[in-house]
C-alpha cells in the first residue's frame, strides 16, 4: 500500500473513489487503470490563509502488481510505503479464577473488550448505572441540582468520556490506537474517525456506541454488573486474594485491572489506608471560557465561516507568561455546552460537552495551569487531591450552595468587579449559575495566569478576550493528582495482581490514552495467566 501524503484539495472538492483515484494517478503519475483502489487515510483543514481555506489529505493507494513499486515512489516525494495494522488477540482457556475489572470508561471498556475476545470472560464492577439510567441521573442534576454521587458525569457506563465531546485525539503514537478507533467503528462510531484530523464522536453517538461495546463483551461471556462499588481489596501473602464491592459482596480473583477514573478520590484513600504506594503527579486546574460559535468561526475561518464544508470551528492555543506559568485551553468544544460534572456533596466540578453535530449556540474550552507537587506545599500522595476538594468546595459555595455554577465576565474579572449581567454571550452550564469572581474559589496564582493568559490569547485569536466572555467554574477534573505505581509488568509495586490502569491511575489522558493503556493491561494479564499455565 502506498501512502500519498499532502495532497491540497479545494472545500468543495467531491471524495468520489473516482476523483481519489485520479488524484493518486496524478501525484504518482501513472494511469488511473493501474489503480486498484483507493481509501481516505487522513482529513484536515489548512486555514492558515484565511483567503484560501482548504482540506490537506492523505491518500492509501493499492497499485496492480505487475509495477515497480520502487520507480513509482520515486515520481512523488509525497509517497511512501505504509503497512495496514491489525490487532491480534490470542485466545486462551477461561481461567478458573476470572479476572476483574473495576471501571467502565475508556479504559476498563477496552481492558474488558480484550479480555472478552481472548475468552477470559473478565467480570466488570462500574459504581454506576448504565449509561440510559446514567442519563437520567446526569439530566437530574442539570435540571433540578440532585446529585447522585455514584451516578453522575464521572461515574457509570463509559465514563467521564461519555458526557464530554467525545474527542479521539492523543499526542501518542501507539499503534493500538489503530484497534481503538476500528472498535470504535464496530460498534458504531462514524467511520470518519479514521481519517479525520481531529475526529469525535459527540455524546449523543457515544451513549449507543457504549452500549453496543458492553453488549459485545457479554456476548463473548464477560459480566458487566452495574451500581456496584468497589470497597476492598483481599490480600494474601502479597497478592490480591479477592475483592469486596456493596460493602460485602465478594469476588475471588488473583488479578484485578483497576480502572476507576480520577474522579475516585474513596478508592484513592482506600488504597492509601491498605499502604498501596501512590505518588503525587502533575496535574491542571482552571476554568472554562465560552464565546460565540459564530464569532470563534469568524476569527479563525474569515469569509469562509459557515461554509458547508466547513465543521464548527476549535483551536488550540497557549500562553506562556512572565510568572514563569502557562496558561492553555484544553478539551475544547466547537459548538458545546459547559456541562456541570460535580460527583461529590458540596463540590463543583464543570467540564465540556458537544453534540455530534457541534451546532449548539457556544463554544468553549477549558483553560488549565499546571500545578506540581512543589505548589502543594505537602509530600502526602493525596495532597493535589486535597486541594481539588478544597477549591471545588469553594466554587460551590461561591455557586450559592446548590449545586448552581458560579460565572463571570472576562472583562469584570479583569477589573475585579463581579458580574452582574450577562452581555451576548449566554453561560450554557445548568443547573443554574450566579455571578461570582475566580478569586472566589482559586488561589490568586492561578487568577493572575488566566488574566493574563486570556489577554495574550487574544492576540491570536481575535474576540478570544472580549469582554463579554463567559468564564465558568472551577474545571478541576481534566487529569488525575495521583498516580497509582506500577511496575513493568504494569503491576502496582506493593501488590501482585492489581493492574492500575488508565487516566484515574496516571497514565493516560483522553479516551484514546485510556483505551490504550487498558489494551495494555489486559495483555498484561493474559500474558500472566500463560505464565501460570506454565
Not at 489506608?273 to 505518588?279: F, G, T, V
Request: aromatic share 8%.
Amino acid at each position: 500500500m502506498i501512502r500519498i501524503n499532502n495532497i491540497s484539495v479545494p472545500l468543495d472538492f467531491d471524495f468520489t473513489s473516482e476523483n481519489l483515484i485520479r488524484l493518486s494517478a496524478r501525484e504518482l503519475k501513472i494511469k488511473s487503470c493501474d489503480i486498484k483502489s483507493v481509501s481516505l487515510a487522513k482529513k484536515s483543514v489548512d486555514a492558515r490563509k484565511k483567503d484560501k481555506i482548504c482540506f490537506v489529505i492523505s491518500v492509501d493507494t493499492e497499485i496492480k502488481k505487475n509495477l515497480n513499486e520502487k520507480k513509482i515512489l520515486a515520481n512523488s516525494k509525497n509517497a511512501a510505503i505504509t503497512e495496514k495494522y491489525s490487532y491480534h488477540i490470542n485466545h486462551i482457556a477461561t481461567p478458573e479464577k476470572r479476572p476483574v475489572i473495576i471501571g467502565f470508561g475508556p479504559a476498563g471498556m477496552f481492558a474488558s473488550l480484550v479480555l472478552a475476545e481472548s475468552g477470559a470472560k473478565p467480570i466488570v464492577l462500574e459504581r454506576g448505572s448504565d449509561v440510559d439510567s446514567r442519563k437520567k441521573a446526569v439530566e437530574s442534576l442539570w435540571n433540578t441540582g440532585i446529585l447522585d454521587v455514584n451516578c453522575n458525569v464521572q461515574f457509570g457506563e463509559g465514563g467521564a468520556g461519555t458526557f464530554s465531546d467525545g474527542k479521539l485525539t492523543t499526542g501518542t503514537k501507539d499503534p493500538r490506537i489503530r484497534y481503538i478507533l476500528e472498535s470504535f467503528v464496530k460498534f458504531n462510531a462514524p467511520e470518519e474517525i479514521l481519517y479525520l484530523a481531529k475526529p469525535h464522536i459527540g455524546t449523543d453517538k457515544l451513549v449507543d456506541v457504549v452500549k453496543n461495546l458492553r453488549n459485545y463483551v457479554i456476548s463473548k461471556g464477560g459480566e458487566v454488573r452495574f451500581n456496584s462499588l468497589f470497597n476492598k481489596i483481599e490480600i494474601e501473602n502479597g497478592k490480591v486474594k479477592g475483592i469486596y464491592f456493596n460493602d460485602n459482596q465478594y469476588i475471588e480473583t488473583d488479578n484485578v485491572i483497576l480502572a476507576t477514573g480520577h474522579s475516585a478520590r474513596d478508592t484513592f484513600e482506600m488504597l492509601y489506608k491498605n499502604n498501596i504506594e501512590l505518588s503525587q503527579k502533575n496535574f491542571a486546574v482552571g476554568v472554562r471560557i465560552e464565546h460565540l460559535r459564530k464569532d470563534i468561526d469568524k476569527s479563525l475561518y474569515g469569509n469562509y465561516a459557515g461554509h458547508s464544508a466547513l465543521k464548527s470551528a476549535d483551536y488550540k492555543l497557549v500562553s506562556h507568561l512572565p510568572n514563569g506559568r502557562n496558561l492553555y485551553t484544553f478539551c475544547m468544544c466547537p459548538g458545546g455546552y459547559v456541562v456541570n460534572a460535580s460527583s461529590e456533596n458540596e463540590r463543583i466540578a464543570v467540564n465540556g460537552m458537544s453534540l455530534y453535530a457541534r451546532n449548539a449556540e457556544n463554544s468553549n474550552s477549558a483553560l488549565l495551569t499546571g500545578i506540581s507537587p512543589s505548589d502543594l506545599q505537602s509530600s502526602h500522595p493525596l495532597a493535589g487531591m486535597y486541594f481539588q476538594r478544597d477549591i471545588e468546595h469553594k466554587a460551590f459555595v461561591a455557586g450559592g450552595g446548590n449545586y448552581g455554577v458560579p460565572v463571570c465576565l472576562y472583562g469584570d474579572f479583569v477589573k475585579g468587579i463581579k458580574s452582574e449581567k450577562k452581555g451576548r454571550i449566554t453561560p450554557s452550564c445548568k443547573p443554574f449559575y450566579k455571578f461570582a469572581l475566580p478569586d472566589e474559589y482559586l488561589p490568586d496564582f492561578i487568577c493572575d495566569t488566566l488574566r493574563e493568559g486570556i489577554r495574550e490569547m487574544g492576540k491570536k485569536i481575535r474576540g478570544f478576550d472580549c469582554p463579554d466572555a463567559v468564564i465558568t467554574g472551577v474545571e478541576s477534573r481534566s487529569s488525575s493528582p495521583v498516580r497509582i505505581n506500577r511496575d513493568e509488568s504494569f503491576q502496582s509495586v506493593s501488590l501482585k495482581g492489581l493492574y492500575p490502569c488508565g487516566e484515574g491511575a496516571g497514565y493516560a489522558g483522553g479516551i484514546v490514552s485510556a483505551g490504550v493503556d487498558g489494551v495494555k493491561c489486559a495483555e498484561a494479564v493474559l500474558k500472566n495467566f500463560k505464565e501460570n499455565i506454565k
